[in-house]
């Protein structure tokens, strides 16, 4: 039986891509202290590592596919291909971005102010690049975490972090200077494993599920009932993605009307639905949309 070798991020994007790829239609079970979680599907195999290691296992074809972020990939300048962006991450649904930031009393307001100083970050290799690029002579400092914590116990005069909200930033009495990076998480795949018809066929087909599961999110449909009378007034207020689903009840001078909506659309709606004549107003939610 053929089977594809595929990589689950650990750590802070592992629950979210767990529940991704339940919503997709696979359920991934754990197991304490298991780096390799069962599946319900006989033609997948999955692995837990490291998003920082994820490409590098990906470009030797120890794993013919995986979930990582865009920072890591590039970080390692791996030879990979991108199936699909994947917009997600522990928090939202937006991209993170990587950051400099320094003390708020510092007064460092650009990057050029950082000549000779020492910068501290886990993402040394886009860093270091991304300072020689502008001929500005830095000195980069590996950090194993707590990245935040470096600069106000001087460890370093700037910091370059990944961020989501910024939230821990601030709390830490730091300012950003400069927006590095955007990244976001990406099915990566092996080049050669993309060359054999199966796996790439196995491959898209997953990135096709999960972009449908992640277009889903904070979509609803809507399914209500509705007189001849009242059908086109009501259309007319009615939102879709392309256009209303409409059928006439059995014998009835009535209409079943459906569609699919953004979720934050639905309480200013449904009175007013309900007002146009709308009976019997069914919100459901929804897994995927393709």
């Given at each position: 039986?053929?089977?594809l070798?595929?990589g689950i991020?650990?750590?802070?994007?592992?629950?979210?891509t767990?529940?991704?790829?339940?919503k997709?239609?696979?359920?991934?079970?754990?197991?304490?202290r298991?780096y390799?979680?069962?599946?319900?599907d006989p033609e997948l195999s999955?692995?837990i590592?490291r998003?920082?290691e994820?490409?590098?296992?990906?470009?030797?074809?120890?794993?013919?596919?995986?979930?990582?972020?865009k920072d890591w990939?590039?970080?390692n300048?791996?030879d990979?291909?991108?199936?699909s962006d994947l917009i997600y991450?522990?928090?939202?649904?937006?991209?993170?971005?990587w950051?400099?930031?320094?003390p708020g009393?510092s007064?460092i307001?650009?990057?050029e102010?950082?000549?000779?100083?020492?910068?501290s970050t886990e993402?040394?290799?886009?860093t270091?690049r991304?300072?020689?690029?502008r001929n500005i002579?830095?000195?980069?400092?590996?950090?194993?975490?707590?990245?935040?914590?470096k600069v106000?116990?001087?460890?370093?005069?700037?910091?370059?972090e990944?961020?989501?909200t910024?939230?821990t930033i601030?709390?830490h009495?730091?300012?950003?200077?400069?927006?590095?990076m955007?990244?976001?998480?990406?099915l990566?795949a092996n080049?050669?494993?993309?060359?054999?018809?199966?796996?790439k066929?196995?491959v898209?087909?997953?990135?096709m599920l999960?972009?449908?599961?992640?277009?889903?999110?904070?979509i609803v449909?809507l399914?209500m009932?509705?007189?001849?009378?009242?059908?086109d007034?009501?259309?007319?207020?009615?939102?879709s993605?392309t256009a209303p689903t409409?059928s006439?009840?059995?014998?009835?001078?009535?209409?079943?009307?459906?569609t699919?909506?953004?979720?934050?659309?639905?309480r200013?709606?449904?009175?007013?639905?309900?007002?146009?004549?709308?009976?019997?107003?069914i919100e459901?939610?929804?897994?995927k949309?393709i």
């Amino acid at each position: 039986m053929n089977v594809l070798k595929i990589g689950i991020p650990k750590g802070s994007l592992e629950k979210a891509t767990i529940e991704l790829f339940e919503k997709s239609g696979w359920r991934i079970k754990l197991a304490s202290r298991n780096y390799f979680p069962e599946v319900d599907d006989p033609e997948l195999s999955c692995s837990i590592c490291r998003p920082q290691e994820m490409s590098r296992y990906v470009e030797t074809g120890v794993l013919d596919a995986g979930i990582t972020g865009k920072d890591w990939t590039m970080e390692n300048e791996s030879d990979v291909e991108v199936v699909s962006d994947l917009i997600y991450s522990k928090v939202s649904r937006k991209p993170t971005r990587w950051v400099i930031a320094v003390p708020g009393d510092s007064n460092i307001s650009k990057v050029e102010d950082l000549e000779g100083k020492t910068i501290s970050t886990e993402l040394v290799g886009v860093t270091r690049r991304f300072f020689a690029e502008r001929n500005i002579n830095v000195k980069i400092v590996f950090s194993w975490g707590a990245t935040e914590a470096k600069v106000v116990s001087g460890l370093a005069d700037a910091i370059v972090e990944v961020t989501e909200t910024e939230s821990t930033i601030r709390a830490h009495g730091l300012r950003v200077i400069h927006e590095l990076m955007e990244s976001n998480t990406q099915l990566i795949a092996n080049k050669a494993a993309l060359a054999d018809p199966w796996k790439k066929e196995k491959v898209d087909n997953i990135a096709m599920l999960l972009q449908g599961a992640l277009r889903a999110d904070r979509i609803v449909g809507l399914k209500m009932n509705v007189p001849h009378d009242k059908l086109d007034q009501l259309i007319d207020v009615l939102p879709s993605v392309t256009a209303p689903t409409v059928s006439q009840l059995y014998k009835q001078d009535w209409f079943s009307v459906e569609t699919v909506i953004s979720e934050h659309q639905v309480r200013d709606l449904v009175p007013q639905l309900k007002r146009l004549g709308a009976e019997g107003i069914i919100e459901y939610s929804l897994n995927k949309v393709i």
